[in-house]
């Protein structure tokens, strides 16, 4: 992960265009299953709570742990949504 933006990258965002790198970093995010994006948090919580990072590899691996964390909120907000679905379907049919 780069560690501060691109010329490229700062040209993109002023033009109203998401930088590419964003574009993959999302699609590598949303490739990962619940249980991926979930071990990976956890390695990188352990990593940032030995606490014995330069502070440009903790930072990027905070932000990291932030993009890992929503993509396991997202799957979860998509499990309970499949259930509470399920459920209300079955309530209907009753």
């Known amino acids: 992960m780069a560690k501060t933006e691109s010329a490229n990258a700062k040209a993109q965002r002023e033009a ?18 619940y249980e991926q994006a979930r071990e990976e948090l956890v390695t990188t919580v352990r990593r940032l709570e030995a606490g014995n990072l330069p502070l440009e590899e903790s930072l990027s691996l905070w932000k990291r742990g932030e993009d890992l ?7 979860l907000d998509g499990a309970r949504e499949t259930l509470e679905q399920a459920r209300a379907e079955q309530a209907a049919d009753d």
Do not use: F, H, Y
């Not at 109203?16 to 990962?32: M, Y």
């Not at 964390?69 to 799957?75: I, P, S, V």
């Open 16 to 33: 109203g265009q998401e930088p590419t790198g964003d574009v993959e970093l999302r699609e590598e995010l949303a490739a990962l299953s």
């Open 69 to 75: 964390a929503d993509r396991c909120q997202a799957w």
